[in-house]
């Protein structure tokens, strides 16, 4: 299980460490080292998957503005069916 803090601003505007321990069960308290942050992990999958929507959607936009406006994008749809076959 990976644990990460969150940070919240005190009145003066520093920046805290958040200290709670919200949603850990009992054992996973004593793993965690108080006072010390925990470096933020890259998901490979996640990244994979939201590159991957944002490019369909990007594709599937590019390809309604050129039916609705002749000609939009017509040099990147040219590229793009050059790498895509159908």
Known sequence: MTVTFSRYFDDAGFSQP?????GLDAAARP???????QAMKLSIKGLALASGILWGVA?????????IWGGYGQQFLQTMSSVYFG
């Open 18 to 22: 958040c200290t709670r321990n919200r």
């Open 59 to 67: 594709m599937l936009g590019m390809g309604l503005a050129n039916l």
């Open 31 to 37: 793993r965690m080292k108080e006072g010390k942050d």
